[in-house]
């Protein structure tokens, strides 16, 4: 077994290693930038952990790992055009420090070394990881557009925010562990758990995400809480709140939403308080609690020994056990 | 053998039949929609007949061909964002029937539909081709960004031109041919002289579109000649006259180059006046005429009875043959 801090260095030295057509540097240095900008290298260290679950060489998952992390990269570099955002992880996003076309370009050039990566799973698994890729991929583009589309439409339904989380999110971590069983030699019944493991764990964490930005310690959180609420993001609480909210409440509630001028401060303060009294907090909790539930309990049943699974028991935990 | 006919309407099912994430229909709408718009479908044909050349299953060969052609539209809906391209083959781009972002993201998914397709190569070959693939993509890409480049930049070389066209369009016609010859089981050395044959064809199809820009009948070319030169865009034309014109003929280019206020169909005329007098028209067609020798005598070589040459000899001439 390897450790955590083993895997995550040999994602590191992965991705600086990376294949790249170097003719065009202009074309890669934005593609060296988002990836050095980082992040947890959460999908990548999944990989390997799954793959290391059911075989002792977690390095023949290790290029499939970056590509799936480089896939996951291109996908912020896309949306965060589309969602015309300034910063990623405090740092100014491809088409803010570069241009426009710079960051579809060199985003478009991230699917291919993605695919080169990809494509360097073991022989008799390739075609496999690659088709479970390929499926992701498309259905993360899927969740991308249901997101754009939802943020345009007055009234989304609970079941319609869940199934789009699952797209967007849900499934890339689903996938990451899948691609490691399948590497590492799982049975298939091994590998769907693990599946199952890894959307549900998904679906937790961003029922999560939506909880923290109202209710999180903001120095813990590290951004200033109630961006969502200002913006009138279509999260769980909000989709839940108009469900629930009747008379006044749902009058007001409507009018803080519409309004379009508003100090936001005093906007956050109200809709928290009609979170509150609504008792979405505890809704949300026990919806993640649900989808934590379930993700537990498909990888208790993975047919692997307990102390071989204590990798990423301890880093699925930490991913839902952020402070509240 | 199969005839054009035939395998031109192998190709149209193939593309009616593409696999398609039917949950986000506004998603896959402009996906169809500038495979509708169409062209002449000549890569997927390409590498279909190449196919045909070693084998008599070239329908083995129809799915990496729906994919090429697919990759082919991809960068068709992200080039013209980047160009800023408001009409594509007389219909309105992506980008401008609907919007920047959907442009973004169906072009994206159109990665991933590609790569399925592509997967689908039969087994014995399926590695191989989709190396192919992604080399070539990739480099389609880095042409891209020379050409974004070398439109900022105030004087580009004969060579770095040439180069950028090579990755920019000959490489996909390249990729096109050897992935069929490949499929067809077809030697390495005949793979090879295929790539070539179709690298050297596309580099001879894009030196004569810069001609047929200043020289063409409009009534046959299909546009009006002269838009090269009213944008001022760096062709083989623009390069080689910046380079031999000297004296007061250099002077009067650069002037009009930089005219901020002109009248176009002066400016076309003047230049056309300068490409004349340097000879311009007969060098190109010099270029052009290497590159045709060059590809002709590499298919050629391919080990391969002439009469099953014919199809793509016949396609292959009609491409380079355009009236001037």
Redesign the interface.
């Known amino acids: 077994m390897y450790s955590r801090e083993e895997l995550t260095d040999l994602v590191g030295r992965g991705i600086a290693g990376l294949p790249c057509?170097n003719?065009?540097e202009?074309?890669i240095e934005p593609v060296r930038y988002i990836l050095s900008v980082g992040g947890k290298r959460l999908r990548p260290l999944m990989t390997l952990m799954s793959c290391n679950l059911f075989s002792d060489r977690p390095e023949e998952a290790l290029m499939p790992a970056i590509g799936l992390e480089v896939f996951h990269n291109f996908t912020l570099v896309?949306d965060d055009?589309?969602d015309n955002a300034h910063l990623r992880r405090g740092y100014p996003t491809v088409h803010e420090k570069w241009n426009?076309?710079q960051a579809?370009?060199s985003?478009?050039?991230m699917?291919?070394?993605a695919?080169?990566c990809i494509?360097q799973a073991p022989?008799e698994s390739?075609?496999r990881v690659?088709?479970l890729y390929?499926r992701t991929?498309?259905?993360v583009?899927?969740g991308?557009?249901?997101d754009?589309?939802y943020e345009r439409r007055p009234y989304v339904t609970l079941q319609e925010y869940l199934r789009m989380i699952e797209?967007k999110t849900a499934v890339l971590l689903a996938a990451c562990l899948k691609t490691g069983a399948i590497i590492g030699g799982s049975s298939d019944r091994d590998a769907g758990l693990m599946y199952e493991f890894g959307k549900n764990l998904g679906l937790a964490f961003q029922v999560q995400d939506d909880l923290l930005d109202v209710y999180a310690d903001p120095g813990s959180f590290g951004k200033k809480t109630g961006g969502d609420i200002v913006s009138n993001k279509k999260t769980l609480l909000l989709i839940k709140a108009l469900e629930t909210a009747q008379g006044e409440e749902l009058k007001r509630l409507q009018e803080l939403i519409s309004a379009r001028e508003f100090d936001p401060d005093q906007k956050v303060a109200e809709v928290r308080e009609i979170y509150d009294s609504l008792g979405m907090k505890k809704l949300s909790e026990e919806i993640a609690g649900e989808y934590i539930g379930k993700a537990f309990g498909y990888f208790n049943e993975v047919a692997v020994k307990t102390d071989r699974k204590e990798n990423l028991l301890q880093l699925a935990s930490g991913l839902i056990g952020r402070n509240m």
């Open positions: 057509n003719e065009a202009r074309l896309h055009i589309m426009l076309n579809i370009l985003g478009d050039v699917a291919f070394i695919n080169e494509l022989q390739v075609i690659f088709r390929n991929a498309t259905e583009c899927v991308q557009q249901l754009m589309e797209l």
